[in-house]
T-cell receptor
């Protein structure tokens, strides 16, 4: 158990819909990262928050947005969903602001868009 | 810019045999290097990391990796494979605190009895 909690574990929805994925980081961790894992693209970094502020942005589509709340949990919002958005979405957390330390990953949220 | 190339998307070994998973990286700054493991239906878990200092790094479950700057490599090895080692392994590189982790596409390790 990494201490990172993601909900829901599985989600099935239709094209055009909007979903929200939730992440609670490990106790004491200030950084939250979102990754998308798919068979063709591998593990892609989407976005990072540190103590409520956006820290870095990767290959995140404009239809996707995220935020980190004062209690440090984070939400990833995916809108106008397309078939290609079907993937496993991971949240990870770390103590540090930068990527010199260990990231602790949740078990992921598997999104299926039909 | 950073990138990681993992040679071989699938490696199959017999139980008790040597495990060698290959990783080459590209980084414009001195790299921080990582190996993560993903067991079925689980998130990624850190196996080992190289930041500075000793180039031979030991990790959990008997795995180790050697940083070779001249070869830009960070191959993962284990002397004797166990059935429980079957998983997907990801190599990752970071340029430090101002850089994000960049992952390779992963190598699926199968261990045959």
């Amino acid at each position: 158990d990494s201490g990172v909690t993601q909900t829901p574990k599985h989600l099935i929805t239709a094209t055009g819909q909007r979903v929200t994925l939730r992440c609670s980081p490990r106790s004491g961790d200030l950084s939250v990262y979102w990754y998308q894992q798919s068979l063709d693209q591998g593990l892609q970094f989407l976005i990072q928050y540190y103590n409520g502020e956006e820290r870095a942005k990767g290959n995140i589509l404009e239809r996707f947005s995220a935020q980190q709340f004062p209690d440090l949990h984070s939400e990833l919002n995916l809108s106008s969903l397309e078939l290609g958005d079907s993937a496993l979405y991971f949240c990870a957390s770390s103590v540090a602001e930068g990527s010199t330390g260990e990231l602790f990953f949740g078990e992921g949220s598997r999104l299926t868009v039909l | 810019a950073q990138s990681v190339t993992q040679l071989g998307s699938h490696v199959s070994v017999s139980e008790g045999a040597l495990v060698l998973l290959r990783c080459n990286y590209s980084s414009s700054v001195p790299p921080y290097l990582f190996w993560y493991v993903q067991y079925p239906n689980q998130g990624l878990q850190l196996l080992l990391k190289y930041t500075t200092g000793a180039t031979l790094v030991k990790g959990i479950n008997g795995f180790e990796a050697e940083f070779k700057k001249s070869e830009t490599s960070f191959h993962l090895t284990k002397p004797s494979a166990h059935m429980s080692d079957a998983a997907e392994y990801f190599c990752a590189v970071s340029g430090g605190s101002n850089y994000q982790l960049t992952f390779g596409k992963g190598t699926l390790l199968t261990v045959n009895p």
